[in-house]
């Protein structure tokens, strides 16, 4: 399975997050608290529907600002296709 395309809205510091992963490795990076684990966390949700964190009560964590809810989407392409 390849992830092709990964949104967020109001998650965690993304208001408005859509990135297009190339085939390939892709590397996330950027300085402390610019989001790189939420966009993490997001690619858990979409994929296994929780995230791998330690804490039990992770979901008010993962809202942003002010919000009730929020949106994660991953667009997958199985091998082969």
């Given amino acids: 399975m390849r992830i092709t395309r990964l949104q967020l809205r ?3 510091r993304h208001r408005d997050l859509d990135i297009a992963l190339a085939p390939g ?3 996330i990076r950027g300085p402390n608290e610019a989001g790189k684990s939420t966009i993490q ?3 858990e949700l979409a ?3 929780k995230p ?3 804490t039990a009560n992770w979901r008010p964590s993962v809202l942003g600002r002010g919000e ?4 994660v989407d991953a667009n997958r392409v199985r091998r082969g296709r």
Wanted: hydrophobic share 55%; net charge positive.
């Fill in 68 to 71: 009730e809810r929020a949106f």
């Fill in 25 to 27: 490795f892709t590397i």
């Fill in 47 to 49: 994929l296994f529907r």
């Fill in 52 to 54: 791998t964190a330690a």
């Fill in 10 to 12: 109001d998650f965690g």
């Fill in 41 to 43: 966390r997001g690619l």
